[in-house]
């Protein structure tokens, strides 16, 4: 039971340089999301999407996209990446069925910028 | 919009002693979900509690308990015989009842375990 999966769990990029993060799950969830954690800031909500072919976005969106092709699969892209994106970056996912079913959170990606 | 206010970035307990976090949160809506999710050094975010505003009785959950005053709005854990493994951080979080499942979470309390 793989759960809610993310690669690479480490990444260096420099300035202005491109990348995607991979997000996937297994469960059958339609809700997905993506937050980044910075110190003392919690976990902040970039992009959500309640199902295939729907995003939206959350607290702070700016510099990220997103896509929802599949039910499984919710990747965060930085289009050019800056040193204030350095933070880890966690990917959630959770059942629609029951209201106050938790999120299924992956392990985390640390992404460093330079 | 919801705001979700841990006032303790640092507790500290002794083993098998009892602590309590403190969260506060601000919301207009009557329909809600309160969690206290745990964050090790492993970085992965573990679910310990979670509370339906509409419900009176307070969660429980073995040794972790919360006390959910919803007037006050405040959700407060309380950690009974703590042990090494306790050590963390936590995290409160708060969900609309309706639309989108994404949380707002607080900055956090990292518990420190006392042998």
């Known amino acids: 039971n793989a759960g809610v999966t993310q690669t690479p769990k480490f990444q260096v990029l420099k300035t202005g340089q491109s990348m995607t993060l991979q997000c996937a799950q297994d469960?059958?969830?339609?809700?997905m999301s993506w937050y980044r954690q910075d110190p003392g800031m919690g976990l902040r909500l970039i992009h959500y999407?309640?199902?295939?072919?729907?995003?939206d976005q959350g607290e702070v969106p700016n510099g990220y996209n997103v896509s929802r092709s599949t039910t499984e699969d919710f990747p965060l892209r930085l289009l050019s990446a800056a040193p204030s994106q350095t933070s880890v970056y966690f990917c959630?996912?959770?059942?629609?069925?029951?209201?106050?079913?938790?999120?299924?959170f992956g392990n985390g990606t640390r992404l460093t910028v330079t | 919009a919801q705001t979700v206010t841990q006032s303790q970035p640092e507790m500290s307990v002794q083993e098998a002693e009892t602590v309590t976090l403190s969260c506060t949160y601000d919301t207009s809506e009557s329909d809600y979900y309160l969690f206290w999710y745990k964050q090790p050094p492993s970085r992965q975010m573990i679910l310990v509690i979670r509370q339906e505003a509409y419900k009176q009785q307070n969660a429980t959950e073995n040794r972790f308990s919360v006390n959910f005053q919803k007037a006050a709005k405040s959700f407060s854990l309380k950690i009974s015989d703590s042990q090494l493994g306790d050590a963390a951080m936590y995290f409160c979080a708060y969900n609309v009842g309706t639309g989108r499942r994404a949380l707002t979470f607080g900055s956090g309390t990292r518990l420190q375990v006392q042998p």
């Open positions: 959630a996912s959770s059942s629609p069925g029951l209201k106050n079913s938790p999120l299924h």
């Open positions: 469960m059958n969830h339609e809700y």
């Open positions: 999407s309640v199902g295939a072919g729907i995003t």
